[in-house]
């Protein structure tokens, strides 16, 4: 079970874009994330007739490492840790740190 998901609002913690919010994007292999409109990079595209794309330079998200990211705590307007907790019913769920309070519902 991952600490971050598809869909969890994130902060960055550390690097060029410290403190900036998104929401995950897509889940990669190797511990990356890609989320959006963060680690924003330029992309150097060759047009393609067949697929339909135009050449240029494009924007685009970039991967980045989960351990430069927290997931965001609505309660305390913070990024926050996260741990595992088997609830009483036994299921596995994922909890903030700082409060104990349930990410999933």
Known sequence: MNRIRKGDRVIVTTGRDKGQQGTVIR??????????????????????????????????????????LALFNPATKKGDRVGFKTLDDGRKVRVFKSNGEVVDA
């Open 27 to 68: 889940v990669l292999a190797n511990d990356k994330l890609v989320v959006e409109n963060v680690n924003m990079v330029k992309k150097h595209q060759k047009p393609n007739p067949q697929r339909g794309t135009t050449g240029g330079i494009v924007q685009k998200e970039a991967p980045i490492h989960t351990s430069n």
